[in-house]
């Protein structure tokens, strides 16, 4: 569930937004004590640290690749990384390395191979899915527009993929979340600023590509002077715009705004980690807080469909589009869209902003 942090106030310009090691223990086998081989040292899955722990299990699924593990995550109660693996023989190298192996059924490559599947054969406006390596399965919804003989295509495709895939229903409508109100203005709707970055020595940032799509000039103001103009934007398939300041006063501190009176530094962008700790900054509803529970997302929006995304609880509200997911100073994403609201709860999509930089040619700053 999300958690609330704090609201909004009204407010002219907002501040503009962007594991450890593997020990090896040598073992000296004296002859005159035991001519029994050594046994390597297996470390104690420990706690670490949000950013240790997403690191390590970043590292982990890398050495041992899509093929060898069901994926990693961090386990919400302990702060252990916990690692799938298709056998118990390559748990050893995970907990030497201080995380916790866990046998599963399917690798990453079987689950990505059922989310593939879905996208040729069920991409229904009103459904999403994820890889929940929690779960070991690719997490399948359909919103309460989903009925009729596109319930029941959707249905017989989960159906086909055996356990590897599972669906639930949604009362709410999966939408971009964009509105009319305050924040950063267009002519005709608002979103959110996410993330100052550079390029090519000049200023920009990063917003939803649905909005850069829609609209080429934003102001901090309803009826402003424009500070930004777009440069690229892509929407739907992914979900990111560059926008380009055009105000030489435009503050472009590398910063989330905590609407408190107060700002989180970012530094930095990494990759989201399943049961990772995060927060989000949006223009309607301020700082909420929440879980990432799927990676690898899929949204099928009236729109058109966006791949790629990070996949949550936290909840977030139209005009939130575009605002920053974050952990600590590293920057993970940007807000894209999902259902629910801020009272009742909700499930929320991003982009990940190392895709936008990689894409863009630019850096967090």
Same mark, same amino acid.
């Given at each position: 569930?999300s958690t609330r942090?704090t609201?909004p106030?009204t407010?002219?310009? %907002?501040?503009?937004? $962007?594991?450890? %090691?593997?020990?090896? %223990? ?6 005159? *004590?035991? %001519?029994q081989a050594a046994?390597p040292? !297996? ?5 670490l640290?949000?950013?240790?722990a997403?690191?390590l ?12 593990t069901?994926?990693?995550?961090i @386990?919400?109660a302990?702060?252990?990384? *916990? !690692?799938n ?5 390559a748990?050893?190298r995970?907990q030497?390395?201080?995380a916790?192996?866990?046998?599963v /059924?399917?690798?990453?490559a079987?689950?990505?191979g059922? $989310?593939?599947?879905?996208g040729?054969r069920?991409?229904?406006?009103g ?9 070991d399965q690719v997490? *399948? ?9 596109k319930?029941e295509r959707?249905?017989k495709?989960?159906?086909?993929l ?8 949604s009362t709410?409508?999966?939408?971009p979340?964009v ?8 002519s005709?709707?608002r979103c959110?600023?996410?993330?100052n ?14 909005c850069?799509v ?6 901090d ?5 424009e ?6 934007a ?10 380009r300041?055009t @105000?030489p006063?435009?503050?472009h501190?590398? /910063?989330v @705004?905590?609407y ?6 970012? #530094?930095?962008?990494?990759d989201a #980690?399943?049961?990772?700790s995060?927060?989000?900054s949006?223009?309607t #509803?301020?700082?909420?807080g929440g879980?990432v ?14 791949s790629?995304?990070?996949?949550t609880?936290v909840?977030?509200e ?8 974050f952990a600590?100073?590293?920057a993970l ?5 999902g ?6 709860g909700?499930?929320?999509f991003?982009?990940?902003?190392? $895709? ?6 630019a850096?967090?700053g």
């Open positions: 569930m942090r609201a106030p407010r002219r310009r %907002a501040v503009l937004t $962007a594991a450890g %090691a593997t020990v090896l %223990a040598a073992a000296l086998l004296l002859p005159q *004590v035991s %001519a046994q040292t !297996v470390s104690t899955p420990k706690s640290p949000a950013a240790a997403a690191r299990a970043a590292e982990l699924g890398s050495q041992l690749g899509e093929n060898g069901g994926g990693t995550y @386990d919400a302990s702060g252990r990384v *916990v !690692v693996v298709l056998a118990a023989s748990g050893q995970v030497r390395a201080g916790q192996a866990r046998v /059924a399917h690798s990453l079987e689950l990505r059922s $989310a593939r599947t879905l040729q069920a991409r229904i406006p459904t999403a899915w994820s890889i929940d390596p929690r779960t997490v *399948v919804t359909a919103d309460r527009t989903v009925t009729g003989t319930l959707l249905e495709t989960v159906a086909s055996g356990g590897t895939a599972r669906l639930r229903h709410g409508t999966f939408r979340l509105a009319s109100g305050d924040a950063i203005w267009s005709g709707a959110s600023l996410g993330f970055v550079v390029k090519d020595g000049q200023p920009y940032f990063l917003t939803a590509g649905h850069g829609a609209f080429q000039s934003w102001s103001s309803q009826g402003g002077g500070i930004g103009s777009v440069e690229a892509t929407f739907p398939g992914n979900d990111y715009a560059l926008v300041y @105000d006063n435009a503050d501190t590398s /910063a @705004d905590l408190d009176g107060t700002t989180q530094p970012i #530094t930095g962008a990494g #980690t399943v049961g990772q995060v927060q989000r949006g223009s #509803t301020g700082v909420y879980t529970t799927g990676l690898d997302a899929t949204v099928n929006y009236q729109e058109g469909s966006v790629g995304l990070i996949d609880d909840c977030a139209p005009g939130d589009s575009g605002g920053a997911l600590g100073d590293q994403g940007l807000t894209s869209g259902s629910g609201d801020c009272t009742s909700g499930e929320t991003f982009q990940p902003v190392t $895709a936008a930089l990689s894409v863009y040619g850096t967090i």
